[in-house]
């Protein structure tokens, strides 16, 4: 029972033309405690992904299976695919896959009616992990547990490291905005400018200054005026000079 609650974990989406091998592919996986959706053509596959195809589809043929009407909200594990369908073949599909930055770690699975080597050969040079003859047998899908197994393997640690990465980025922002903070701060060591440590005078006090001053002032004007001053200058009253 803990075998099969752990391989029921694994999402296997199925892509085929055929309706035939579809429901038979479907019931071979179910078997296996797979969970399964089918899809019937490359381009349904990719929107199911999460991708967008700009390619026209019938909008009358049924594109996913009754249990899944919308983009999976569960992981897809594998993708297991016809090579011979009209419109996006398997092999397309298969770059289409590998050449996103999201999906290429999802592994791909061909199967075929006719063997042909070159074509074996290319699907597994482009990045499929198996290929398949049909009629596809349960003793073949036991080949699918180690590929998903592996890709979940890989998929975790790939989480991990994000994890530590964006751990060690926010403490390096953190770091940064204590430093701008301790340099920001002012030294209680450093000399105050004087406008700030000198108190400044009140208003009464501003009144008493400029008084003051007045009175100086005045002061001065009156010396200027005294008698003693005038004695220092020369005085000629009643004296007339001729030349």
Do not use: W
């Not at 596809?136 to 197994?149: G, I």
């Not at 990465?165 to 701060?185: G, R, V, W």
Request: charge should be negative; charged fraction near 25%; aromatic fraction near 4%.
């Amino acid at each position: 029972m803990g075998m099969a609650a752990a391989e029921s974990q694994f999402h296997v989406l199925a892509v085929d033309d055929s309706i035939i091998d579809r429901k038979l592919i479907e019931r071979l996986l179910k078997t296996s405690s797979y969970q399964v959706t089918t899809v019937d053509s490359g381009s349904k596959a990719l929107e199911f992904l999460g991708l967008r195809e700009n390619e026209n589809t019938n909008p009358s043929t049924p594109s996913v299976s009754p249990n899944h009407n919308n983009h999976q909200e569960v992981e897809v594990n594998l993708v297991i695919t016809d090579y011979c369908m009209p419109g996006m073949t398997g092999y397309d599909l298969l770059k289409k896959i590998k050449e996103s930055s999201s999906l290429r770690n999802i592994p791909v699975v061909i199967m075929s009616s006719e063997n042909v080597p070159s074509r074996i050969s290319r699907c597994l040079e482009e990045g499929a992990e198996e290929f398949f003859l049909k009629p596809v047998r349960l003793s073949d899908l036991n080949k699918l547990k180690p590929h998903m197994k592996k890709t979940k393997l890989k998929d975790q640690r790939q989480v991990t490291a994000e994890e530590i990465e964006n751990s060690q980025f926010l403490q390096q922002q953190t770091q940064q905005i204590l430093q701008n903070d301790q340099q920001q701060a002012p030294n209680p060591q450093d000399p105050q400018p004087e406008s700030e440590s000198r108190p400044q005078p009140t208003i009464e006090q501003q009144q008493q200054s400029l008084q003051q001053a007045n009175n100086n002032k005045r002061k001065t004007m009156e010396q200027g005026l005294s008698p003693e001053t005038d004695r220092t200058r020369p005085r000629y009253s009643g004296i007339a000079t001729v030349v």
